[in-house]
């Protein structure tokens, strides 16, 4: 049975979790090898049975009860087909992330800190998908967080990374709560927690609604759903940059497993206006989050920004699935859904090469502002190629995969007028207006990223000395890179693949795809829209080889090298180069008053006056402003109040006992 | 078979072998416009032979993307050029992509030239690709929107679909006019015309498109110059394609319509050309914080469109 074999698998990753503190005392570098070979082939394990159980090779539909957790629940697994396709993201995810720590975890200068945390963090992330209880999907999606959070804190000696380290804890403890009372009130009064029980049961409207609300809280934190995203883009940098991937690629997609299982499976049909949430939340998501990332210095922390984006994107697509499954609009449905989970896919494994070129470039420079950086393309010429293709994918350009996806979901807006709501008539084109707009200012945020990191003269000593990935890194951001561009020209087998899970949730499924002419896809009928990346691509390799063939044999090759021209003026300090946040200014001048509250402040010195000027730009997270520090003031006075009680005489402690006590008797008469 | 074929190579080299000319169409006009005799039609072929025979000067600091940036955004450019039908609808390989996907691509094409821009490391360069993104970030929803507007009139973002719905049920809409007007502020945009770029200028600090390729040099720079006229022509043939249709050949339908089609499309692109010039001749350039509320005119524009058709589907 399968899904004993992947329980083999996750038993393995604990196993090795538990085991690996041993290890330590070796040489570094043996124990690290030794234990991210091992996970990587637990996770290869894994994906080979999920990529089995997905394409129908066996059939993985049991269930299977162990008796573990509390003694009359015991605990349920099973892999269906919406499992299978996360347990597919999660271990392709892990297993590049394994390989690729094979070569960066050598540099880990607390491996201690990490190595224990990081099998035991695959194995969690893996049995909240096959989870098929309330109770082990909760005790895994803790084993998830709390595994993350210690990785978070493996530099805990900087201050900034404990303080990404409390937030986290503080939201993922939030979050869980919220799950557990969303999981209460589908379980109802007869405490049922298994999934099928759930499934089975009719809710009622208003505890559906709820179960929605606090499904977007527990799970949206988790995602990283404005408002909630708060923690994401300081716990994600925090952690090492192996573990940065895994979190920004795959737990993110984990969350939204989580909401995908509960909303679309066990809650029951969905009111229309859920997908007016949904989509409200997804399309501010995705604008802010790219909005923040094209603001960011730190590359790592511009790459959280973005992830928030993506999720956006993903919801935006669930919201359009949720929307065409509560008018019965199977169809449209189906193809909102398997764009949305489709792109969860793409992202997992753009994101990931891109923090693993972010995590290249941290070690060769040691740096992580890009205002230090610069010219890299020459001295990491491999990272760089990765990282540029990563950036190509994840700005939506074709024939790469992030594209696809996108023009999947525009195409399911595309469908949308047929919706009889007027709230949707309206909702729905600013929600692709905004994801046109995500995706363009997605195309500013990583030309900027590359340009300033990679392309021009270094800006630091460290930036000029920095030497090229090894071989496991460079080569699994390359094979990352390969996947993306096949997944990007061939998308017709994802899409055949997610099949299931949209016959699963929204009953219908989009037309088959792989048997198509020239291998295109076509979401609905041929004379509405098609598009074949292979050909595209195809058309793109030989014109760009026509044109280079033909200039070279019948015009010159010569090249002459000179310094730059530079309108006559080059200047050999690369301190005249254009910043990274001089490349912002102009965004942060049209959009910056409004998403930011931005200010600047120039002091001029009086004439004659040698002092230099300042110029103090401020930018303000309106979210944070808004929402988190009137609760943290909030919760800071209570705290002074409470704070007298620790100082009073022992009378006062024995009278507030007593009023206590009266209290309750009191409660428990009239209750009773 | 065959036939879908070549009508769909002579498209390709139709529109490689017009775009200079529509380029030199322009100047020469201008220049009439602005009393002055001007360059011949043909000047922009010699100045681009002129370019591919002389060597190719790169700076000290260019590095491997320099070199291969401009054969990129050619190709995506000209990739995106012939998807876009011209003289005939319904081409072998229409289905290919869609409007969508020929935005996307063009898109790729800018995503190269701002990198080219910043690969040197001069002020110069930053400057242009950092303008180049900022405007983009505002011209590519609008064209989403004017996608929107224009895929659910005719229920299809397949080019050729929308070219013959348009001749078979043309009916004036409200949304198309407001469509129409955006896509003339984006492709204003997009080719650095008069009043967001100017064309004829260079060493200004308001300039955007030669500032990123202000290093190169050579057979490069004439692959991006000619990338550039490919863009020009990709958007005079967009307008042509879904707002005045007619005249386009329809597939395997013979020769004879094949010539008409080439010939109302050359008039349509001289048409075309001469309104642009008049345009750029009677307005002023605007500065570079002006374009923004210019570009998101463009976008309030496709937007109120897309919601019209989203309410109303007869407006």
Redesign the interface.
């Known amino acids: 049975m399968p899904i004993a074999w992947v329980l083999v698998a996750v038993a393995a990753l604990f196993a090795i979790a538990a085991l690996a503190p041993m290890t330590l005392s070796r040489r570094r570098a043996e124990a690290g090898t030794l234990i991210y070979g091992a996970c990587a082939a637990a996770c290869t394990l894994i994906l080979v049975i999920a990529l089995a159980a997905l394409l129908g090779a066996v059939d993985a539909g049991g269930t299977l009860v162990l008796p573990l957790g509390l003694p009359w629940l015991g605990a349920r697994f099973r892999i269906d087909a919406l499992a299978a396709v996360f347990l597919v993201l999660v271990d392709l995810g892990g297993v590049a992330a394994s390989l690729y720590a094979i070569g960066y975890g050598r540099h880990e200068s607390a491996p201690g800190r990490v190595l224990p945390f990081y099998p035991a963090f695959l194995a969690g992330m893996n049995l909240v998908v096959v989870a098929a209880d309330a109770f082990s999907f909760l005790v895994a999606w803790e084993f998830m967080s709390l595994t993350s959070w210690a990785m978070v804190m493996a530099h805990h000696h900087d201050a900034e990374n404990r303080r990404a380290g409390y937030v986290y804890l503080v939201m993922a403890s939030f979050g869980t709560l919220s799950l557990l009372l969303a999981f209460g009130l589908l379980a109802g009064a007869q405490g049922d927690y298994a999934f099928a029980a759930m499934r089975g049961a009719a809710h009622a409207d208003w505890v559906a609604g709820t179960v929605l609300g606090l499904m977007l809280l527990g799970a949206g934190s988790k995602a990283g759903l404005v408002p909630l995203h708060v923690w994401l883009p300081l716990a994600h940098p925090a952690a090492p940059s192996h573990v940065s991937a895994l979190m920004s690629g795959v737990m993110t997609k984990v969350a939204i497993y989580g909401f995908v299982r509960v909303v679309f499976d066990l809650a029951g049909p969905p009111a229309w206006w859920w997908s007016v949430v949904v989509l409200t939340l997804g399309s501010i998501t995705a604008v802010l989050g790219v909005l923040h990332a094209v603001m960011q210095r730190d590359l790592k922390r511009l790459l959280a920004y973005s992830t928030v984006e993506n999720v956006g994107i993903v919801f935006i697509g669930l919201g359009l699935a949720l929307a065409f499954k509560a008018n019965a609009m199977a169809g449209p449905a189906a193809l909102a859904l398997t764009a949305a989970l489709f792109h969860a896919f793409n992202h997992s494994l753009f994101k990931s090469i891109l923090f693993f070129g972010a995590g290249a470039v941290l070690t060769a420079t040691g740096k992580r502002d890009i205002e230090a950086l ?2 890299l ?2 001295r990491m ?1 491999h990272v760089a190629y990765a990282f ?1 293709g990563g950036c ?1 994918a994840i ?4 024939p790469l995969n992030g ?1 696809v996806s996108e ?1 999947m979901i ?2 399911a ?2 469908l ?2 047929a919706l009889p709501q ?1 709230g949707l ?2 909702l ?3 929600a ?2 905004m994801l ?2 995500a ?3 997605a ?2 945020c ?3 990223a ?3 990191t990679f ?3 270094p800006r630091s000593p460290e930036a000029a000395g920095a030497q090229d990935g090894d071989r496991w890194s460079t080569g699994v951001m390359k094979t990352l890179l390969g996947l993306c561009l096949v997944v990007g020209i061939l998308p017709n087998f994802v899409i055949d693949a997610l099949h299931p899970v949209s016959d699963l949730l929204v009953g219908g499924a989009m037309p088959a795809q792989s048997l198509l002419p ?1 291998l ?1 896809i076509v979401p609905i009928s ?7 990346g292979l ?2 691509f195809l ?2 390799l030989i ?2 080889r026509l ?2 063939r033909v ?1 070279h044999d019948f ?2 090759r ?10 006559g003026w ?1 200047d050999p300090n ?1 301190a ?4 990274a946040d ?6 942060r ?2 959009f910056g008053p409004m998403a930011f509250r931005s200010r600047i402040e120039a002091t001029m010195p009086p004439p004659g006056d040698p002092s230099p000027a300042r110029l103090v730009l401020s930018l303000r997270d309106l979210v944070w402003d808004t929402f988190y520090a009137p609760i943290a003031g909030i919760v800071l006075a209570i705290a002074e109040k409470l704070n007298h009680l620790q100082f009073l005489t022992i009378r006062s402690y024995l009278s507030l006992v007593f009023a206590a006590l009266v209290g309750l008797l009191l409660m428990v008469a009239v209750w009773a | 078979m065959i036939l879908d074929l070549l009508v769909q190579g002579a498209q390709m080299i139709l529109v490689l072998a017009l775009a200079p000319l529509l380029l030199g169409f322009t100047r020469t006009v201008k220049s009439r416009l602005l009393r002055r005799r001007g360059p011949p039609v043909t000047q922009v072929y010699r100045d681009l032979l002129r370019l591919v025979r002389k060597e190719a000067v790169l700076a000290d600091d260019a590095s491997w993307l320099f070199r291969n940036a401009p054969y990129a955004i050619f190709s995506a450019t000209w990739v995106a050029a012939a998807l876009v039908p011209t003289f005939a609808t319904g081409l072998h390989f229409s289905w290919a992509a869609d409007l969508i996907v020929v935005t996307a691509l063009l898109g790729s094409s800018r995503f190269f030239l701002a990198l080219a821009g910043m690969d040197v490391g001069t002020a110069f360069g930053g400057i242009g690709s950092s303008r180049e993104m900022l405007f983009s970030t505002l011209a590519e929803p609008a064209m989403i929107m004017i996608v929107f507007v224009v895929a659910l009139v005719a229920g299809s973002t397949q080019l050729s679909e929308i070219a013959v719905f348009m001749v078979d049920h043309a009916t004036l809409r409200v949304s198309l006019g407001l469509a129409l007007i955006a896509l003339i502020i984006v492709a204003l945009a997009e080719n650095a015309r008069i009043p967001v770029d100017n064309p004829a200028t260079h060493l200004e600090l308001t300039m955007v498109h030669e500032a990123m390729i202000l290093e190169y040099s050579g057979r490069h720079l004439a692959v991006i110059e000619l990338a550039a006229a490919l863009k020009l022509l990709l958007y005079m043939s967009l307008i042509g394609c879904i707002f005045v249709p007619w005249g386009m050949a329809r597939p395997s339908s013979g020769f004879l319509p094949l010539v008409i089609g080439v010939a109302t499309y050359v008039v349509k692109l001289a048409a075309g050309g001469f309104l642009l010039v008049l345009f750029e001749t009677s307005i002023a350039k605007m500065r570079v914080f002006r374009a923004p509320e210019f570009l998101g005119s463009a976008l309030m524009l496709g937007f109120l469109g897309t919601l019209l058709l989203f309410v109303s589907r007869s407006f």
């Open positions: 610069g010219g393309i020459r010429p540029l190509l700005a939506a350009l074709p594209f023009w525009l195409q807006i595309l949308s007028p007027w008539k309206f729905v084109p600013a692709g207006a046109a707009f995706a363009a200012l195309g500013a990583f030309v900027r590359f340009g300033i392309l021009g003269r020239h295109s041929e004379s509405r829209s098609s598009y074949s050909l595209v058309f793109i014109s760009t044109a280079i200039i015009a010159s010569r090249v002459r090298r000179a310094p730059a021209w530079d309108c080059p690369p005249t180069q254009y910043t001089s490349f912002a200014q102009p965004l001048r049209v």
